[in-house]
């Protein structure tokens, strides 16, 4: 008789509250926020700009802002707490267990080193880290090898160039070649393609599925535009105002969303032709996060708001096998 053996998640956030601290006072950027990511598992987080998407990203691997405090809960990646490693051990973590795409193309390469070097050095440091010997020969034709991979053509020569001399989306496929150099098992992409035209976004988007297939690495995408995150994700959580209000496999929450604010960002999504109307808008503005209100976070701009919503705060239920953070479908903190 076989024994199943279940796989240990790749991320398990638990209630992870980040502050940060500013002139004006202290921002609750996320508020208890739990996730779980199992191995090849790929995740959308959209939401409306300051809702703590990016912070929820760059809490994973340690890079916060040095005004920015991990106020509670807990961070592992494959059984490691994040927040408690010390610097060494969190620069390990950064190259062997998660990568970070970052929003902009071109801030993400040294601009004075070329493709190369900055290629080898991402061997050098695996290899050091594996306790493996660097062989420079060795290490080109692997480099060539993972530009072949994210689709580069002619990797000769974009081995030899300058990142100023590539264009947004070949930066892109640089660092994401750099990415598998490190061999890591989960890959965080924070609106990778948001500087780039509609064309290479699409190819962007299909790189990073077959990716996540050949290398069965966890994604993380994060963005503000749900047609991307349906293109490229297999679940989605939706954050408003640092927290998790609604979450579930992404073919069902588009179809069939059940919190009001997810329900108010499907329905702002652009048709093909006029022929349904007005644009759909979410009234009102994202809260001042220096004072979010009190209860329910979305409840100033709540179509169905009612008395509870005001005064307490929801918690997260299973329904229609979704998780949903919402006074409709019953529940309350005491």
């Known amino acids: 008789m076989k024994t199943v053996v279940e796989e240990l998640p790749v991320v398990s956030i638990e209630k992870l509250s980040v502050s940060y601290s500013t002139v004006y006072g202290t921002v609750r950027a996320l508020n208890q926020v739990s996730l779980s990511i199992a191995p090849g598992d790929s995740i959308a987080i959209v939401g409306e700009s300051g809702c703590g998407k ?3 990203g760059h809490s994973i691997v340690r890079l916060l802002p040095p ?3 991990y106020d509670s809960g807990r961070v592992f990646l494959e059984g490691q707490d994040v ?4 610097r060494s051990q969190v620069s390990q973590m950064r190259g062997k267990l998660a990568f970070m795409i970052f929003q902009d193309p071109l801030n993400s390469l040294n601009p004075v080193k070329r493709v ?8 050098r440091m695996k290899n050091k880290y594996d306790g493996k010997p660097f062989v420079e020969e060795e290490a080109y034709k692997e ?5 072949s991979d994210v689709r580069m053509p002619d990797p000769e020569k974009i081995m030899t160039r300058y990142p100023h001399q590539l264009s947004g989306g070949q930066i892109q496929r640089v ?41 069965r690495m966890s994604i993380i995408f994060i963005t503000h535009d749900i047609n991307l995150a349906y293109a490229v994700s297999d679940r989605m959580v939706v954050m408003y105002a640092g927290e998790i209000v609604e979450s579930g496999p992404t073919v069902n929450l588009i179809s069939h969303a059940l919190h009001p604010y997810s329900q108010a960002l499907i329905k702002s999504i652009p048709k093909i032709t006029k022929r349904e109307g007005r ?15 009190t209860g329910c976070r979305f409840n100033p701009r709540c179509p169905f708001v009612m008395d509870v919503c005001r005064t307490k705060s929801p918690v997260t239920i299973d329904k ?6 919402c006074f409709l479908y019953g529940g309350a903190d005491s």
């Open 54 to 56: 990016s912070t929820l």
């Open 67 to 69: 005004n920015s405090s």
């Open 83 to 86: 927040i408690t490693l010390n």
């Open 116 to 123: 190369d070097t900055q290629l080898l050095e991402a061997i």
């Open 143 to 147: 480099a060539e090898a993972k530009l």
């Open 175 to 215: 660092v994401i070649a750099m990415g598998l150099l490190m061999q890591p098992k989960l890959l965080i992409a924070d609106e990778p393609t948001s500087a780039l035209d509609v064309t290479i976004q699409a190819q962007v988007l299909k790189l990073l599925k077959e990716l996540q297939t050949t290398y």
């Open 279 to 293: 644009l759909s808008a979410i009234a009102g503005s994202p809260p001042n996060m220096l004072y979010p209100p």
């Open 320 to 325: 229609e096998g979704e998780s949903v953070r």
